[in-house]
């Protein structure tokens, strides 16, 4: 079946960078956008940023703006979410997703499981 698989996170310090991946198989990767993510305790699931299926447009949700970065390999069929000076409030399982246009109102068909992301302070 459709599979999305996200990897990279961790924990590290404030300050610090991380990049996320998130790999696509059994479908066809190059006509998705791929959105990102994330959910802290307690809190509801966040928009992070989107690309679209060709990697021409992004978005970057205000609250991140300016410390990360969304790309993508198609030949390789794998999205990226570059995270730079994090902070402990960057806490959180981070998602990406699929679908036919991303953005922060698309309508995503495929999930990944997530990865913990914790910033220590």
């Known amino acids: 079946q459709v599979q999305l698989v996200e990897s990279g996170g961790g924990l590290v310090q404030a300050g610090a960078s991380l990049r996320l991946s998130c790999t696509a198989s059994?479908?066809?990767?190059?006509?998705?956008?791929i959105g990102w993510f994330r959910q802290a305790p307690g809190k509801e699931r966040e928009f992070v940023g989107s690309?679209?299926?060709?990697?021409?447009?992004?978005y970057v949700a205000d609250s991140v703006k300016g410390r990360i970065t969304v790309s993508r390999q198609n030949a390789k069929n794998t999205a990226y979410l570059q995270m730079n000076s994090l902070r402990p409030e960057d806490t959180a399982v981070y998602y990406c997703?699929?679908?036919?246009?991303?953005?922060?109102?698309?309508?995503?068909?495929?999930w990944g499981q997530g990865t913990q992301v914790t910033v220590s302070s």
């Open positions: 997703a699929a679908a036919r246009v991303a953005g922060p109102s698309g309508q995503y068909d495929y």
């Open positions: 059994r479908f066809t990767f190059n006509t998705y956008g």
């Open positions: 690309i679209s299926s060709g990697g021409s447009i992004t």
